[in-house]
């Protein structure tokens, strides 16, 4: 990996830190939906670095979807816990974003934030590993 991979990964790594930052201040402020919609960011973040240290590189939401089953968890680089964590964020920011009247009562997401901060360490171990 070249130098500009490498800084691209670092930032990736920096805005899943910071979407996480971000929810926690959310939820502190009744910003449920919002909240979902930064947890989600911080995998998206997170696998993206991962990703690009294999040669891919998407924008795509459904295509990372893609790629973070097919390369990262049926590999075993990351629990199948993960990926399915990584799906309930996805669906989740989905219908936050884009359904109409989509609401998430806090006490069922609040445990969402610990395993995306769980998911986003993993991710960061095995860029350290590499």
């Given at each position: 990996m070249n130098?500009?991979?490498r800084?691209?990964?670092n930032y990736h790594m920096e805005r899943a830190r910071e979407a996480i930052?971000?929810?926690k201040?959310?939820?502190d402020s009744g910003h449920v939906n919002a909240y979902v919609n930064r947890l989600y960011?911080?995998?998206f973040y997170a696998s993206s670095s991962l990703l690009l240290t294999k040669g891919f590189s998407t924008s795509k939401h459904g295509y990372l979807?893609?790629?973070v089953h097919r390369e990262l968890v049926k590999t075993g680089l990351i629990?199948?816990?993960l990926g399915k964590h990584f799906d309930l964020l996805f669906d989740s920011r989905q219908a936050g974003d884009y359904a109409d009247f989509a609401h998430f009562e806090a006490d069922e997401v609040a445990p969402w934030l610990g395993?995306?901060?769980g998911f986003v360490e993993c991710i960061a171990q095995l860029l350290l590993a590499q």
């Open positions: 130098e500009e991979q800084a691209l990964v930052a971000e929810a201040v959310l939820f960011y911080a995998c979807r893609s790629l629990r199948e816990e395993e995306t901060e």
